[in-house]
């Protein structure tokens, strides 16, 4: 047998094989080869046959699965980028004055009700004032007594004086013979206690007036007034009830000073109160005008915090503008804080800076980065490739993009997605 018949009989320049025509090609060539007598050829066959699946296996598990990679892309865009917080609050008056009494006593009249609008100096309500009445006309009397005793002792160190006066003259008339010392020095401590004595009555007369501006203060808080220019925006008493201010002054209207400026005071988050300044633009919501957004101000950013359920807030106040009285003392509100805002700026997704390739995709590029730096993924006809960005700020969504090697229209990868 000539044994040159026995190799496989090579392909004809210029054709190929196809994967539908591979397995007969094998079967021929393991049948040539169990028909060669030496075990070493045997050998040699079987391991060119394996050695020829490997390579098929490899390249159609290689070729085939980056052929069937598909990346999701979004491309690179300029716009405006707006960065806000929200925080929830309530509605409260700028100045809320509780109006009381500081005399125990049965209100006789009330004359303001909830809502009401009322001045400075308006009269809300007034106590019996019977009894403070008597207490003036008792003190007027005691006044009067010592206004009288103060003339009566004025008389009196007169007429001490004048006794002096004449026992001195005559003393010095008749050569200091009449009247004696002992006499004089009587007279002296006359005048003395005299005077002493217009003293006390003047001190007298200062009391009882004193007690009789008290009784007449007393008088007029009697009539409780309002404080300020402002609505009634609670009532507690009403007439014949009794007042008792013996420990603290029992309150008994509120009255806040002008609902056209109101105060917003919301709760901001740890995470954003470092972007949060007086001066920023608010805008905020309320449930009783739902679809209407009101417009605010932050006035003051506070310091100490409050902590409800492991949650640090800290308390804002925003100034409010109510021309038109549709806000309320008590609203809940929700606040959108404006903490920046970007125009014409480069903009990625931020899937696109939380993208990494997958183990198919070469990643050597992905090493630790400076802080405010990120890398994204562009697809380059289609193959990824990685371009280091600085970035600035977010709103969650979109990222503002700094400098780096991109341009607006650069399709980022978002994902990838691989059949199975």
């Not at 018949?5 to 025509?21: D, H, I, M």
């Not at 417009?295 to 506070?302: D, F, N, Y």
């Not at 405010?372 to 977010?394: F, H, K, M, N, Y």
Request: charged fraction near 20%; glycine fraction near 6%; charge should be negative.
């Amino acid at each position: 047998m000539n044994k040159s018949s026995e190799l496989p009989t090579e392909p004809k320049p210029g054709t190929q094989s196809s994967p539908g025509n591979e397995q007969p090609e094998l079967a021929a060539i393991l049948a040539r080869a169990n028909e060669t007598g030496s075990p070493r050829r045997k050998l040699f066959w079987w391991g060119v046959i394996v050695v020829m699946i490997a390579l098929g296996l490899y390249f159609w598990w290689g070729w085939g699965k980056q052929a069937d990679v598909s990346y999701v892309t979004e491309p690179v865009a300029r716009g405006s980028l707006v960065v806000t917080a929200t925080a929830t609050g309530t509605l409260e008056p700028t100045r809320t004055i509780e109006v009381g009494s500081e005399l125990s006593g049965t209100l006789q009249d009330v004359f303001v009700q909830e809502n009401d609008i009322v001045e400075l100096g308006e009269l809300l309500a007034v106590l019996d004032t019977s009894r403070l009445e008597d207490a003036i006309a008792k003190s007027q009397a005691s006044l009067s007594s010592a206004q009288a005793q103060v003339l009566q002792s004025e008389a009196t160190v007169a007429e001490a004086r004048a006794t002096l006066t004449r026992m001195q003259e005559v003393f010095k008339l008749s050569g200091g013979k009449v009247p004696s010392e002992s006499e004089i020095e009587v007279a002296e401590a006359t005048l003395k206690r005299a005077m002493a004595n217009l003293s006390a009555t003047k001190a007298a007369v200062m009391q009882a007036e004193a007690e009789v501006k008290t009784n007449q203060t007393n008088l007029q808080k009697a009539q409780i007034k309002s404080p300020v220019n402002g609505v009634v925006l609670t009532r507690e008493v009403e007439p014949g009830n009794t007042v008792v201010a013996a420990m603290s002054t029992p309150v008994l209207f509120t009255i806040a000073e002008d609902l056209r400026q109101m105060e917003l005071r919301v709760s901001v988050d740890e995470a954003d109160v470092a972007t949060v300044s007086p001066g920023q633009a608010v805008s905020f919501t309320v449930s009783a005008w739902p679809g209407r957004q009101f417009p605010a101000s932050i006035e003051r950013v506070g310091l100490g915090s409050t902590i409800t359920d492991n949650v640090v807030t800290y308390k804002t106040i925003l100034r409010v503008d109510n021309d038109d009285l549709a806000l309320r003392p008590g609203m809940t509100a929700t606040a959108t804080i404006t903490t920046a805002e970007r125009e014409n700026v480069l903009l990625v997704p931020n899937a696109a800076l939380r993208y990494r390739p997958s183990d198919s995709v070469d990643d050597s590029t992905d090493d630790p980065l400076p802080s405010r730096q990120s890398r994204v993924w562009r697809l380059d006809g289609d193959q990824p490739e990685a371009v280091a960005v600085t970035v600035g700020i977010s709103n969650g969504r979109l990222t503002e993009v700094l400098s780096g090697d991109l341009q607006v229209g650069d399709a980022v990868i978002l994902g990838q997605e691989t059949p199975e």
